[in-house]
């Protein structure tokens, strides 16, 4: 309880959601993963603890909209549900070549790109699939601009927290998720590329069947929960620099928070 309670805090149990989600606005942290790349590696990071209770909630705050992002069983207002924020509004729109209507019925929610095949006992081997890259256009680049600006990002800083350049991921020869930014398409948990590992397990040769409207739907969802953690990129950074900047210091610890 000594670091609780010089924290401000009155019990471990009421500490312990607000800790749990600190340490994971920590560990978002693009700084903290490379000043700590060793420890995360060995599956040993080490989390500071703020020394006051109001720096503890403000970072916990951070790590519950992380939480909220990575909870795809529960709708985010403005990301995925109510009214979607700009610089997310334009990311995997689902499109058909020459701006064509979409017809599931004839097979423009086939999966057939080559995203993945069956292997031996029955095991999934991830594809190449068709990814064309490219820069943003004037429109998807007027959204970003529109949506850093209330997120109090420059268009730079939000381009730089999404990738230089964007993808249209295809899901047969006509018809893509148009616009993942490069780092949304790259993103990576427990070593996976989200994206594409899903993408790997619907190949119609696999799942033996078209995507669902809900289906396709799921790639522009996660999508753009993807996109709104990496550009969380820059307030996660900030609040490990306070929290380092005021960390406690555990007795007799030889001033190593």
């Given at each position: 309880m000594g670091a609780l309670g010089a924290a401000g805090l009155d019990s471990e149990a009421d500490a312990a959601a607000l800790i749990w989600l600190h340490a994971l606005a920590i560990g978002y942290s693009p700084r903290y993963l490379n000043e700590n790349r060793d420890g995360v590696r060995s599956d040993w990071p080490?989390?500071?603890?703020?020394?006051t209770k109001d720096t503890l909630v403000e970072s916990a705050s951070l790590g519950r909209r992380i939480a909220s992002l990575l909870d795809t069983e529960h709708g985010v207002e403005g990301v995925t549900t109510?009214?979607?924020?700009?610089?997310?509004?334009?990311?995997?729109?689902?499109?058909?070549?020459?701006?064509?209507?979409l017809n599931p019925t004839t097979g423009d929610?086939?999966?057939?790109?080559?995203?993945?095949?069956?292997g031996d006992a029955g095991a999934v081997m991830p594809g190449k699939g068709r990814?064309?890259?490219r820069d943003y256009t004037s429109n998807e680049t007027a959204g970003l601009a529109a949506g850093a600006c209330a997120l109090g990002l420059s268009r730079e800083r939000s381009i730089s927290c999404l990738g230089a350049r964007t993808d249209d991921?295809?899901?047969?020869?006509?018809v893509c998720w148009k616009n993942i930014p490069s780092r949304v398409w790259d993103y990576?948990?427990?070593?996976y590329q989200?994206?594409?590992?899903?993408?790997?397990?619907?190949?119609?040769?696999?799942?033996?069947?078209?995507?669902?409207?809900?289906?396709?739907?799921?790639?522009r969802q996660t999508a753009r929960r993807i996109a709104a953690i990496l550009l969380l990129e820059p307030a996660l950074d900030a609040n490990y620099?306070?929290?380092i900047r005021s960390a406690y210091q555990w007795p007799g610890a030889g001033g190593v928070s």
């Open positions: 080490r989390i500071p603890l703020p020394a109510g009214t979607i924020r700009p610089e997310l509004r334009i990311i995997a729109g689902i499109e058909r070549e020459g701006g064509l209507p929610f086939d999966l057939t790109a080559g995203w993945g095949r069956a990814v064309v890259e991921i295809y899901l047969n020869d006509f990576r948990i427990g070593g989200v994206a594409k590992k899903w993408l790997s397990y619907r190949e119609r040769e696999i799942l033996g069947r078209k995507l669902t409207l809900d289906e396709v739907t799921e790639v620099e306070a929290v």
